[in-house]
């Protein structure tokens, strides 16, 4: 039985090493090719925890499968691939590049050893303060929140493979777990918002913090998306800010 056990974690060892040292050889490949392809540039990165941009070389590419979700939005959807073969992408995470904001919407390793992850582009920000003092133009603003967001009027159902539009007066969008996100309040007092052109008025009547958020081992939650019900409101001129398209929020 010793010797079982002695051979065993010799085998362990030994698989252990190999791939050390495949995982060393690839990198090496990787880092000698990686920056004279065609498609390599170099994007922004957002820092989670200190919310600042940084360069970071990527190689850019289309995003393509099956799946009606990704045809209908193939201009909307990259893949990016990274040079390090430990880079570790969170589900949410922003970048920068092509002068528009995008979130990581698929984070798992995509078709083969490098690490990948899939972008969605973002099509709105969301503005907001986090008071119930009046917003007029003439009066002092408060800290203005902007949140990168995936709005959308449809949903898609995987099941059955096609979208279904929304009741004309709801949208969804999609924003990063992090500490901006979740100032948005949930219904009765949703957060309201001031999108679109012309211009119309949003609030919020549901926060989803469970389905695409996820805990690490370390119990911490600063990671994933929020998906938001947005509901249309009606445009106060008394209190709204129309001119820094920021909206009174419920008291």
């Given at each position: 039985?010793?010797?079982?056990?002695?051979?065993?974690?010799?085998?362990?060892?030994?698989?252990?090493?190999?791939?050390?040292?495949?995982?060393?050889?690839?990198?090496?490949?990787?880092?000698?090719?990686?920056?004279?392809?065609?498609?390599?540039?170099?994007?922004?990165?957002?820092?989670?925890a200190t919310?600042?941009?940084?360069?970071?070389?990527?190689?850019?590419s289309?995003?393509?499968?099956?799946?009606?979700?990704?045809?209908?939005?193939?201009?909307?959807?990259?893949?990016?691939?990274?040079?390090d073969?430990?880079?570790?992408?969170?589900?949410?995470?922003?970048?920068?590049?092509?002068?528009?904001?995008?979130?990581?919407?698929?984070?798992?390793?995509?078709?083969?050893?490098?690490?990948?992850?899939?972008?969605?582009?973002?099509?709105?920000?969301?503005?907001?303060?986090d008071?119930?003092?009046?917003?007029?133009?003439?009066?002092?603003?408060?800290?203005?929140?902007?949140?990168?967001?995936i709005?959308?009027?449809?949903?898609?159902?995987?099941?059955?493979?096609?979208?279904?539009?929304?009741?004309?007066?709801?949208?969804?969008?999609?924003?990063?777990?992090?500490?901006?996100?979740?100032?948005?309040?949930?219904?009765?007092?949703?957060?309201?918002?001031?999108?679109?052109?012309?211009?119309?008025?949003?609030?919020?009547?549901?926060?989803?913090?469970?389905?695409?958020?996820?805990?690490?081992?370390?119990d911490?939650?600063?990671?994933?998306?929020?998906?938001?019900?947005?509901?249309?409101?009606?445009?106060?001129?008394?209190?709204?800010?129309?001119?820094?398209?920021i909206?009174?929020?419920?008291?």
């Open positions: 039985m010793v010797a079982y056990e002695a051979y065993n974690a010799i085998l362990s060892l030994r698989n252990a090493s190999i791939r050390t040292e495949l995982t060393t050889q690839m990198q090496a490949i990787t880092n000698s090719q990686f920056q004279i392809a065609s498609n390599y540039q170099i994007i922004k990165y957002k820092n989670r919310g600042v941009f940084n360069d970071l070389g990527v190689r850019l289309g995003w393509y499968s099956s799946t009606s979700a990704d045809i209908a939005n193939h201009d909307n959807i990259k893949k990016l691939t990274f040079q073969l430990s880079t570790v992408i969170n589900l949410g995470d922003v970048f920068e590049f092509g002068n528009f904001r995008w979130i990581a919407t698929i984070v798992d390793n995509i078709g083969g050893i490098t690490a990948s992850c899939a972008v969605q582009r973002c099509n709105c920000k969301l503005k907001f303060i008071s119930t003092n009046d917003v007029m133009p003439s009066t002092p603003l408060d800290t203005i929140y902007s949140v990168d967001a709005a959308d009027v449809k949903i898609y159902i995987p099941i059955e493979d096609r979208y279904v539009l929304l009741p004309s007066n709801t949208m969804t969008a999609r924003i990063p777990n992090d500490a901006e996100g979740r100032k948005i309040k949930d219904a009765p007092k949703g957060t309201r918002f001031l999108l679109g052109n012309p211009l119309r008025a949003w609030r919020t009547v549901a926060v989803d913090t469970i389905t695409e958020v996820y805990k690490n081992i370390n911490i939650t600063d990671n994933g998306i929020i998906n938001l019900k947005l509901q249309l409101d009606s445009i106060n001129i008394r209190v709204d800010n129309v001119v820094a398209e909206a009174k929020q419920y008291s």
